[in-house]
T-cell receptor
């Protein structure tokens, strides 16, 4: 168990809808990262927050947004959903602002299916 | 652009044999590397890491080798077991940047 909790585990919704994915980092970790993994693909970095502030942005669509709350949990909001947004969404956490010398610890993901 | 990649997308080995999974990276400024194991239905799990001031690091049944000259990283698994069957990702971190992952190699262990 990595200590990172993601909810829900599965989400099925229709095109055009909006969903929110939730992540609770490991106790003591200040950084939260979001990754997208499509079928048999690698992990695509979306966005990172550190202690409530956005720190780095990757290939995140404008339809997607995220935030980190004072209690350090994070939410990833996906709107105007398209079929191609179907994927596994992983949250990871680490103690520091950067990944340097510190591995990320991943949750078990939310599987999003857009129909 | 800079990227992390893997030589082999799939690898099949006999139980008890040693496995070697390779990874090429192109960002010479990367100074921290990690191997992750992802089992079906789970998130990536940290296996072992190595900093750029080292060329070899050993864990329990796993060894990571780093060749900075040719920008190559490998993961060696000794006495491969059925439970080692998974997708293995290498990741690189460059100071000031996010952690980038390779495409992954699927390891299948045959009984």
């Amino acid at each position: 168990d990595s200590g990172v909790t993601q909810t829900p585990k599965h989400l099925i919704t229709a095109t055009g809808q909006r969903v929110t994915l939730r992540c609770s980092p490991r106790s003591g970790d200040l950084s939260v990262y979001w990754y997208q993994q499509s079928l048999d693909q690698g992990l695509q970095f979306l966005i990172q927050y550190y202690n409530g502030e956005e720190r780095a942005k990757g290939n995140i669509l404008e339809r997607f947004s995220a935030q980190q709350f004072p209690d350090l949990h994070s939410e990833l909001n996906l709107s105007s959903l398209e079929l191609g947004d179907s994927a596994l969404y992983f949250c990871a956490s680490s103690p520091r602002a950067g990944g340097y010398n510190s591995p990320l610890h991943f949750g078990n993901g939310t599987r999003l299916t857009v129909t | 652009g800079e990227s992390v990649g893997l030589h082999l997308p799939t690898l099949s080995v006999q139980e008890g044999d040693n496995s070697i999974i390779n990874c090429a990276y192109s960002n010479s400024a990367s100074d921290y590397f990690i191997w992750y194991k992802q089992e079906s239905g789970k998130g990536p799990q940290f296996i072992i890491d190595i900093r750029s001031n080292m060329d070899k690091r050993q864990g329990q049944r796993v060894t990571v080798l780093l060749n900075k000259t040719v920008k190559h990283l490998s993961l060696q698994i000794a006495a491969t077991q059925p439970g080692d069957s998974a997708v293995y990702f290498c990741a690189e971190n460059t100071p000031g940047n996010d952690m980038r992952f390779g495409a992954g190699t699927r390891l299948t262990v045959k009984p």
